[in-house]
């Protein structure tokens, strides 16, 4: 082998951007406090805030998920207050509410029959 090969920087702490020192904050949140791993990568707490908010994290996959399993297994009868029932989460109706919006689920009304006396 020959000794003029340099070795390969690899990923070093100084060279990852904000967005992917939020990624790996985000990987290591459970285990450890949010205050101690900003200043581990040397990213400041609002930056983390800031590229936190922008990723685009569905903290709401998993409910989404059972609210359309829930609505198709009512065969599209169920609005937001049975599917939020049916549940049996702590999550608000209006979250639930949102989600319907999102996946276009709309519950099907029946339509008003007028009286009629006529019996023809």
Known sequence: PGGSQKKDPGAGLRRLSNREKTLLIDRLRPAYSLSSMTCLPGIAPSSYHYHHAR?????????????????????????????????????????VRRIMAEEGLVAHVPKRRRYGSYEG
């Open 55 to 95: 990723l685009g994290v569905d903290k709401y996959a998993g409910l989404r998920a059972e609210v359309s399993r829930v609505f198709a297994d009512s065969k599209g009868r169920y609005g937001y207050r049975r599917i939020k029932a049916v549940l049996k989460t702590g999550v608000s109706e209006k979250v």
